[in-house]
């Protein structure tokens, strides 16, 4: 089984029906040439002063992996906000809970968050890594909690094959509880040009792959992920609030500068519960 490639104008239905069907979508063509070869030549010239890693079974030892995107590559809120993208975040993370508040019930719909960005660059002789699920970061059971934590897209800024260590996917393996582990003759690889973009969500086995060509391959990734959790990357500290100025106020928000309706990440001014967002723009103003 392959994972299968849709147009970036196929409805958002299709999208995320696909994606709770196989665990992962392709979107072919999700940036054009020009804007993708802008991505590629600054992620280029950025991943030149990044030391390789140092981690044999995880991370890689012939992979460079460099965060804090949003403070180094300026076509970061084109791919936050690109609608595609987004409104399937949306569609898959936000679904409606119900609760008693006293004698009312009442429906609240979780808010999401930008957890993690990382751009990715597998150099020949990278082996391939270890199959995970991203939401084991916050130890998600499956099937227990009955939701999603977290939707996730790996932008190709170069061409990806199962040559040059193309992510692998275990497709459908989304439904599977935990007991039963991944293996790699069940995978696919998410072959892809370049402005192509793999979208898979949290509880799917994947894992970069091994790279046997004579040159390297570059990958942006970004999550989305439920704004009750932590995030996985600190971006209160990879920002400083001058640089968050830049962004709109809905950006703000998805990078945890943001209060929810049930009040996770207020902040106190005054003896008020503020939201973070008012207390950032006054500061700016």
């Known amino acids: 089984m392959s994972l299968m490639k849709l147009s970036k104008d196929t409805g958002i239905d299709e999208i995320v029906s ?6 992962g979508v392709i979107i072919e063509s999700f940036f054009d040439k020009e804007f993708t070869q802008d991505i590629n030549q600054e992620l280029s010239r950025q991943l030149d002063s990044i030391p390789d890693g140092e981690d044999e079974y995880f991370a890689g030892t012939k992979t460079r992996r460099m965060s804090r995107l949003f403070s180094r590559l300026p076509q970061m809120p084109a791919l936050a906000l690109n609608p595609v993208f987004f409104e399937t975040a949306k569609s898959i993370l936000q679904k409606p809970l119900h609760f008693w508040s006293g ?4 429906e609240l ?10 751009a990715i660059q597998i150099w020949p002789g990278q082996k391939a890594q270890p199959l995970h699920r991203d939401d084991a970061v916050w130890m998600w059971q499956h099937p227990i909690y009955g939701r999603e934590a977290r939707v996730q897209i790996m932008f190709a800024v170069t061409d990806f094959t199962e040559e040059n ?3 692998k996917v275990i497709p459908k393996s989304h439904l599977w509880d935990d007991q039963r ?15 192509d973009a793999l979208i898979w969500i949290g509880s799917t086995y994947h894992g970069g792959g091994e790279n046997v060509s004579d040159k390297p391959r570059i990958g942006l990734t970004m999550s989305y992920d439920l704004a009750f959790l932590r995030q996985e990357e ?12 830049k962004f709109p106020d809905e950006l703000k928000g998805l990078l945890g500068w943001n ?13 008020r ?3 973070p967002l008012d207390l950032l723009n006054a500061q700016k103003n």
Do not use: W
């Open 234 to 245: 600190n971006h209160y500290l990879s920002m400083t609030p001058e640089s968050m100025s």
């Open 109 to 118: 719909i979780p808010d999401i968050q930008i957890g993690m960005t990382q």
């Open 259 to 271: 209060m929810s309706s049930t009040f996770v990440g207020f902040v106190e001014h005054e003896g």
């Open 18 to 23: 696909t994606i709770m069907r196989d665990g």
């Open 103 to 106: 004698e009312n019930r009442v």
């Open 181 to 195: 582990g991944p293996q790699i003759e069940e995978t696919v690889s998410a072959e892809m040009k370049a402005g």
């Open 165 to 167: 260590g193309a992510t």
């Open 273 to 275: 519960m503020m939201n």
